[in-house]
């Protein structure tokens, strides 16, 4: 009787282990998509703070730092690509009275943007500026390829930064 008892028990443990190992499973992809989506619209014209939620999810320490890095990367990256596609589709629209900007507001925009260049994006983790910057590089026409290069190197930095400042408070 001890023996079958024992067995139906450990059966119920490895079953219970197993469901809350699912759970876990769950709360770690339900955070990176948190992180994921608060990414990419912090890197939109939308304003929002994905740090903190990359804070958050460093200091619970559920998941892996590189992880979490990564997640937050991609994200921000994928919202400075959309900004860059906006600008590109809303420059065709530029003489237009509903447009949000201004013809002296474009030319000066131009202006800077010719001035600094692709090495402007750089700064697009910068708050305020940032984002307007990819969205100004879509509508000069900055190739894809460069802007996506030059715009991951300056979300990664951030985010490692962040990391490294953070760290060591843990």
Do not use: C
Request: proline share 5%; glycine share 6%; aromatic share 12%.
């Amino acid at each position: 009787y001890s023996s079958a008892a024992s067995d139906v028990y450990k059966r119920q443990v490895k079953a219970f282990t197993s469901q809350a190992d699912q759970v876990r499973g769950s709360q770690s992809m339900i955070s990176y998509a948190a992180l994921f989506f608060s990414a990419l619209v912090a890197a939109t014209l939308v304003p929002m703070q994905s740090e903190a939620v990359l804070v958050a999810l460093m200091i619970a320490g559920t998941q892996p730092l590189a992880g979490l890095l990564l997640v937050a990367t991609v994200g921000n990256v994928l919202g400075a690509v959309i900004n860059w596609y906006l600008g590109h589709m809303l420059a065709r629209f530029q003489n237009r009275s509903w447009f949000p900007a201004s013809p002296t507001q474009v030319k000066r925009a131009k202006a800077w943007y010719l001035r600094y260049g692709r090495w402007s994006l750089l700064g697009s983790w910068l708050p305020i500026v940032g984002d307007p910057i990819t969205v100004a590089a879509g509508a000069l026409g900055e190739r894809f390829l460069p802007f996506v290069v030059l715009v991951s190197i300056a979300k990664s930095a951030r985010y490692v930064f962040l990391a490294f400042i953070t760290v060591p408070w843990l």
